[in-house]
């Protein structure tokens, strides 16, 4: 029975680091570009303009997939309560590696919205229809 609380513990760590790790590149994204945190990506490390984007929306990606995954990881636990450790173990580890990769899929939307938002200079691309 132990078993179950702690796999149920593991498997909530990826969503609560989304939640939290989402909400700070989000609210508080490092004044300069750093590689030792933030979303970091040769686009996104262009220029300023681009850093502060990507960070921003990347953690609210993180952030949103976090509380969603959160009660969906805890729900698909409480069905196997009483099954064995093997089961238990299959069961979370098929559950971490879609936590993982729902967190790594968020890279996708994220490059796409900096390639809509800027150029490959790292520039704001004009809006359509507006004239300077």
């Given at each position: 029975?132990?078993?179950?609380?702690?796999?149920?513990?593991?498997?909530?760590?990826?969503?609560?680091?989304?939640?939290?790790?989402?909400?700070?590149?989000?609210?508080?994204?490092?004044?300069?570009?750093?590689?030792?945190?933030?979303?970091?990506?040769?686009?996104?490390?262009?220029?300023?303009?681009?850093?502060?984007?990507?960070n921003e929306y990347c953690g609210q990606l993180w952030w949103k997939?976090?509380?969603?995954?959160?009660?969906?990881?805890?729900?698909?636990?409480?069905?196997?309560?009483?099954?064995?450790?093997?089961?238990?173990?299959?069961?979370?580890?098929i559950l971490c590696i879609v936590q993982c990769t729902v967190m790594?899929?968020?890279?996708?939307?994220?490059e796409l919205a900096l390639k809509r938002t800027f150029n490959d200079?790292?520039?704001?691309?004009?809006?359509?229809?507006?004239?300077?």
């Amino acid at each position: 029975m132990w078993f179950w609380y702690f796999m149920l513990v593991c498997d909530l760590l990826v969503p609560l680091a989304m939640i939290i790790g989402g909400w700070v590149i989000w609210k508080h994204c490092s004044k300069k570009i750093s590689s030792l945190g933030g979303y970091h990506t040769p686009r996104s490390i262009k220029n300023m303009d681009t850093w502060k984007f990507a960070n921003e929306y990347c953690g609210q990606l993180w952030w949103k997939a976090g509380w969603i995954m959160l009660p969906v990881s805890f729900a698909l636990h409480l069905p196997f309560y009483k099954s064995s450790e093997n089961v238990t173990g299959v069961v979370s580890l098929i559950l971490c590696i879609v936590q993982c990769t729902v967190m790594l899929l968020t890279i996708l939307p994220t490059e796409l919205a900096l390639k809509r938002t800027f150029n490959d200079e790292g520039l704001p691309r004009e809006k359509a229809g507006v004239c300077k």
